[in-house]
Every structure is written in structure tokens, then in C-alpha cells.
């Protein structure tokens, strides 16, 4: 008995997934409250994009590098001031942070449905 529940201990340090790093975890936790990484492309979006949207609106997106790339040019549509070198710095920002595979916002804003408040 007791060997077999050392080679499922085994079993189990071995199979069990390894903890991700800290800093990746840092990372993560800090895009799901909407932090803009430090890096060239945020000027851009802060002076393109927040222009309009709030910084919280534009990272609970979760889209694929196609859809922001869709989702941008909408927004050039619309009047956003960016040409095209900037809108490709843009979408590979976002595309690169705010993708499928990040965990959902922590903290959505939302709001009662109208007329919704005063109703018994």
C-alpha cells in the first residue's frame, strides 16, 4: 500500500502542471484590471484610441490579432486619427495582450438595464 501511494505521489509531482512564474503572474492579474503595458504602441493607443473609449472599455476586449485588426480599422472608418503604420502598431499591441486566452476582466462596469432603476 504504502508503495503505491509513493509512486502515485510521484506520479502526481510529476504530471501535476508546474506553477507559473510570478512575473507572468504579475503580468496577467495586471491586463485583467486593464493596465496598459509600458511599451512604444501605448502612446498610440492612449492617443488614438482613448480619444473616445476608456481605457477599461478597450481591455476587456478579448479579441484575435483578425479582429482587432477588423476592430481598428472600424475605428479609422469612424474618424480615429491614425495612418496605416500606427494602426498596425495598434493592432499588434492589443492583439499581443488582450487576446481570447486572457482570463476575463475582473471588474466590468455595468450598469442597470433602462428604466430599471425605481422599479419595485
Not at 503604420?85 to 495582450?97: D, F, M
Request: charged residues 25%; aromatic residues 6%; positive net charge.
Amino acid at each position: 500500500m504504502i508503495r503505491v501511494l509513493a509512486i502515485a505521489a510521484l506520479w502526481l509531482a510529476v504530471a501535476a502542471p508546474a506553477d507559473p512564474a510570478p512575473a507572468t503572474d504579475q503580468k496577467t492579474k495586471a491586463l485583467v484590471e486593464g493596465q496598459l503595458p509600458d511599451e512604444p504602441a501605448r502612446a498610440l493607443v492612449q492617443g488614438k484610441c482613448l480619444l473616445c473609449h476608456s481605457a477599461e472599455y478597450v481591455t476587456q476586449q478579448r479579441l484575435t490579432e483578425g479582429q482587432w485588426q477588423k476592430t481598428v480599422e472600424k475605428m479609422r472608418k469612424f474618424g480615429t486619427p491614425a495612418n496605416d503604420e500606427e494602426a498596425k502598431a495598434i493592432v499588434a499591441y492589443l492583439s499581443r495582450y488582450w487576446t481570447p486566452d486572457l482570463p476575463p476582466p475582473r471588474f466590468m462596469r455595468t450598469t442597470p438595464p433602462p428604466g430599471a432603476i425605481g422599479r419595485k
